[in-house]
């Protein structure tokens, strides 16, 4: 374990090298499989997949038209900004003056605002389309197995309970992509912030980045855990708000930043799994009961997103819906 200083010299942060995140393989038994999900959204959070079924050729196209996208002039990039909230930005992240080390395309999945949207994205806006939607189709397809696995671990009814929000036409569903520079000096104390401490507000991310480290998880306060790169192939599965609430606080949606912490820079794509605007979330029935009644009370995801976005970062939004 290291422990270095961080920006406010009252507190430290300790850097848990020692720890790494559970990998799951989805070729393993179904129930196996369901029961590592299960503990692993318990105790970090944050898990990795292999074996889970999206066309390595997709993530190929998908990283290339990225890259070439990023390495595009800046006047170009900026065609397709602002991110407000949809489109190119860069180090202002959100509306509240929150900044980082880095640039980023903010998608939604529907395929009308994916093909627009393309013709100042790309030179060739057909091919760039047909790139996003064969990934979303995968990743999608892959947030769907497991919840669905998710579902069964916690003995929910039926087991499309999670999954079928993601499947759902209206849903609200969104794709990242981010680039963060390379960094001048490696473990640099304080560490330069690509991307600030935050829970993500969707019920599922699935992330898939390119060999540059940078991305830690905070299982506790002033704790950080760097998550590597192994397997090449995995992709890094977290737990968002909306699952801690449907799971009445047993998965919980853990805190992360990105670091600049690599002599390479660091791609990522980011696939947020989001209800429709309009579904209601509620505790799950097996998980809300008289012994352990619901901790938050519902809200519509409209409403939650809407006061994810009046929000910075860093602060906390679930506490606004927590029961008294
Ligand atoms: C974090 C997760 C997703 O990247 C995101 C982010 C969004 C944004 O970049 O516009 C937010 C952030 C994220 C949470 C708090 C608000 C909204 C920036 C911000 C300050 C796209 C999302 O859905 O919420």
Same mark, same amino acid.
């Given at each position: 374990?290291?422990?270095?200083?961080?920006?406010?010299?009252?507190?430290?942060?300790?850097?848990? @090298?020692?720890?790494?995140?559970?990998?799951? @393989?989805?070729?393993?038994?179904?129930?196996?499989?369901?029961?590592?999900?299960?503990?692993?959204?318990?105790?970090?959070?944050?898990?990795?997949?292999?074996?889970?079924?999206?066309?390595?050729?997709?993530?190929?196209?998908?990283?290339?038209?990225?890259?070439?996208?990023?390495?595009?002039?800046?006047?170009?990039?900026?065609?397709?900004?602002?991110?407000?909230?949809?489109?190119?930005?860069?180090?202002?992240?959100?509306?509240?003056?929150?900044?980082?080390?880095?640039?980023?395309?903010?998608?939604?999945?529907?395929?009308?605002?994916?093909?627009?949207?393309?013709?100042?994205?790309?030179?060739?806006?057909?091919?760039?389309?047909?790139?996003?939607? &064969?990934?979303?189709?995968?990743?999608?397809?892959?947030?769907?197995?497991?919840?669905?696995?998710?579902?069964?671990?916690?003995?929910?009814?039926?087991?499309?309970?999670?999954?079928?929000?993601?499947?759902?036409?209206?849903?609200?569903?969104?794709?990242?992509?981010?680039?963060?520079?390379?960094?001048? +000096?490696?473990?640099?104390?304080?560490?330069?912030?690509?991307?600030?401490?935050?829970? @993500?507000?969707?019920?599922?991310?699935?992330?898939?980045?390119?060999?540059?480290?940078?991305?830690?998880? &905070?299982?506790? @306060?002033?704790?950080?855990?760097?998550?590597?790169?192994?397997?090449?192939?995995?992709?890094?599965?977290? +737990?968002?708000?909306?699952?801690?609430?449907?799971?009445?606080?047993?998965?919980?949606?853990?805190?992360?930043? +990105?670091?600049?912490?690599?002599?390479?820079?660091?791609?990522?794509?980011?696939?947020?799994?989001?209800?429709?605007?309009?579904?209601?979330?509620?505790?799950?029935?097996?998980?809300?009961?008289?012994?352990?009644?619901?901790?938050?009370? &519902?809200?519509?995801?409209?409403?939650?997103?809407?006061?994810?976005?009046?929000?910075?970062?860093?602060?906390?939004?679930?506490?606004?819906?927590?029961?008294?």
């Amino acid at each position: 374990m290291v422990i270095i200083a961080s920006q406010n010299p009252l507190k430290t942060e300790k850097i848990r @090298d020692d720890i790494e995140l559970p990998i799951i @393989d989805l070729f393993s038994e179904r129930s196996e499989a369901s029961k590592l999900i299960v503990k692993a959204c318990e105790q970090f959070g944050f898990f990795k997949v292999i074996n889970h079924g999206v066309p390595q050729e997709n993530v190929s196209r998908m990283e290339e038209e990225t890259r070439t996208f990023f390495s595009r002039p800046g006047s170009e990039k900026q065609l397709a900004g602002p991110a407000d909230p949809y489109g190119y930005g860069c180090q202002n992240i959100g509306l509240h003056g929150d900044m980082g080390e880095v640039e980023y395309l903010l998608l939604q999945t529907n395929p009308l605002f994916i093909s627009q949207k393309s013709k100042c994205i790309s030179n060739d806006p057909n091919k760039f389309s047909r790139a996003v939607s &064969s990934y979303i189709e995968g990743v999608r397809e892959l947030a769907c197995e497991v919840l669905d696995l998710m579902a069964e671990g916690v003995w929910a009814q039926p087991t499309s309970v999670l999954s079928g929000l993601i499947r759902d036409p209206d849903s609200d569903s969104i794709l990242r992509f981010n680039h963060y520079p390379p960094a001048d +000096v490696i473990h640099s104390s304080p560490p330069k912030i690509g991307f600030g401490a935050h829970t @993500d507000p969707q019920i599922l991310t699935l992330l898939r980045s390119n060999g540059s480290v940078g991305l830690q998880i &905070s299982p506790e @306060d002033g704790v950080w855990v760097p998550v590597n790169h192994h397997p090449a192939s995995a992709f890094c599965v977290n +737990v968002g708000d909306v699952l801690q609430v449907m799971t009445n606080g047993r998965f919980l949606s853990v805190r992360h930043r +990105v670091i600049l912490n690599s002599f390479n820079s660091r791609t990522s794509m980011a696939f947020f799994a989001a209800p429709p605007l309009h579904a209601t979330i509620n505790c799950l029935q097996v998980l809300g009961t008289q012994q352990s009644p619901p901790l938050y009370r &519902s809200f519509t995801w409209a409403k939650y997103k809407k006061a994810t976005y009046t929000k910075r970062l860093e602060e906390s939004r679930l506490d606004l819906f927590k029961v008294e």
